[in-house]
């Protein structure tokens, strides 16, 4: 596996509260994503960043905000949880080469 | 807006036989991947198509791209139980912001 790592792999949290998931790398790649996965839809992208403090949306990236304050990690944001947002969240890195690189999944359930 | 629609979305298979999955996609790009997921697990890499006709091999599987008309395929060769999984297409917006097919769950029964 690359480098990715992250946390938590599990959690369960209450409609209205926020949560942040975080994705960390050792790769030094430039580029993270945030997806979340459901079925029938694949992956979808919620949001991307470029590189530090460079960061832009995807296209569900409404309820979801984002942060990277260092190359290595990159922080997903529920501002207030709802049992939509119930779902597994990958994150992913990229240097430039062909494809991108995913971690082993974040399990959110909002009850 | 790009779509990606992979076919067949279930596909069980007996051993031995071969059978081909079709991604189709809705405008126009030249990178795109194969990628496969256990149930509970990450996505692993498999093929990565960069050019109008491009084929990839590697192993029982074989994945290949028409740009033109805008469909990668990958096929299977004599199924073995350990293919089991499912595979996604993806298709590049652009810095590696990919549009997910919505997966094939692929069972290869003994």
């Known amino acids: 596996d690359a480098g990715i790592t992250q946390s938590p792999r599990h959690k369960v949290t209450e409609t209205g509260t926020p949560v942040t998931l975080r994705c960390h790398q050792t790769?030094?790649?430039?580029?993270m994503y945030w997806y979340r996965q459901d079925p029938g839809h694949g992956l979808r992208l919620i949001h991307y960043?470029?590189?530090?403090?460079?960061?832009d949306k995807g296209e569900v990236s409404d309820g979801y905000s984002v942060s990277r304050s260092k190359t290595e990690d990159f922080l997903l944001t529920l501002e207030s949880a709802t049992s939509s947002q119930t779902s597994v969240y990958f994150c992913?890195?990229?240097?430039?080469?062909?494809?991108?690189?995913f971690g082993q999944g974040t399990r959110l359930t909002v009850v | 807006e790009l779509k990606v629609e992979q076919n067949p979305l279930f596909l069980s298979m007996q051993e031995g036989k071969n059978y081909t999955i079709y991604c189709n996609y809705s405008?126009?790009?030249?990178?795109l991947y194969w990628y496969r997921q256990d149930p509970g697990k990450s996505l692993e890499s498999l093929f990565v198509?960069?050019?109008?006709?491009a084929v990839k091999q590697e192993g029982r599987l074989m994945a290949s791209l028409d740009t033109k008309a805008r469909l990668s395929t990958l096929h299977i060769t004599a199924a073995v139980h350990d293919l089991s999984a499912t595979y996604f297409c993806?298709?590049?917006?652009?810095?590696?912001?990919?549009?997910f097919g919505t997966g094939t769950r692929l069972k290869v029964l003994a």
């Open positions: 198509l960069l050019s109008n006709g």
């Open positions: 790769e030094n790649h430039r580029y």
């Open positions: 993806a298709v590049d917006r652009g810095t590696y912001k990919y549009i």
């Open positions: 405008t126009t790009s030249d990178r």
């Open positions: 992913a890195i990229s240097n430039g080469q062909p494809e991108a690189f």
């Open positions: 960043s470029y590189g530090v403090k460079d960061t």
